[in-house]
């Protein structure tokens, strides 16, 4: 099994919010939604390259710890998603996760990542 890179030291930081497309409007929406319906810390949600949409939300079990950002890419990829358009993260932090980020980088050097407050409010956007 292929050894993973580290997740970046430095925590990307959102740029200046910007104005979303429909398409990453939803985004934000399903997010949210999956935030909510548990109560969870962190709502995710990406779009992969053939439009298809993944939610989820972070999840802390004793055994198994991951970001709402990994767990809407690991569900891309297991339906066979190979790339990602965009992807949003509702979080009530101020920066995007390096695990998350790393893992919608694995797919998609250049995918927006929206960071949104819990009320749906876009922070910003990591493009890097």
Known sequence: MPESPAAPAALPTP???VEL???DGKLVILARGARG???AVEGAAVRDQDGRTYAAASVSLPSLTLTALQLAVASAVAAGATRLE???VVTEASTLDGAGHAAVRDLAADA???V???DGAVLGTVVE
């Open 15 to 17: 740029s200046a919010p």
């Open 21 to 23: 497309s429909a398409e």
């Open 37 to 39: 319906r548990v109560g």
């Open 86 to 88: 965009a992807a949003v």
């Open 112 to 114: 927006p990542i929206h």
């Open 116 to 118: 949104a407050a819990p």
